[in-house]
């Protein structure tokens, strides 16, 4: 699943971010945002228009991104249920 996916106020774990081609700036700037594996997200919010931008928490920080950007970052519901019990 990808974070564009998910329903809003869903909690999971990042697992990687996708890069489209070698070198990708968009994919290496969501890592240097915090969109690493192991990392908790969800959707807090969506645009009223096309749902775009969408409002993501990642840790504790929110950015807006844009569904395409979204949609590079994987992310497990299953493992949300350990991180939440830990």
Known sequence: ???SDLPPRTPVVVESVED????DPI???LREL??????P???VAQGPFGAEPLLVQVGYTRFALRRAEAARVRVS???AGREAGA
């Open 1 to 3: 699943m990808t974070l």
């Open 20 to 23: 489209r081609h070698p070198h």
């Open 27 to 29: 994919a290496r700037r």
């Open 34 to 39: 915090g969109f690493v594996a192991g990392e």
């Open 41 to 43: 997200v969800q959707v």
């Open 77 to 79: 519901a299953s493992a």
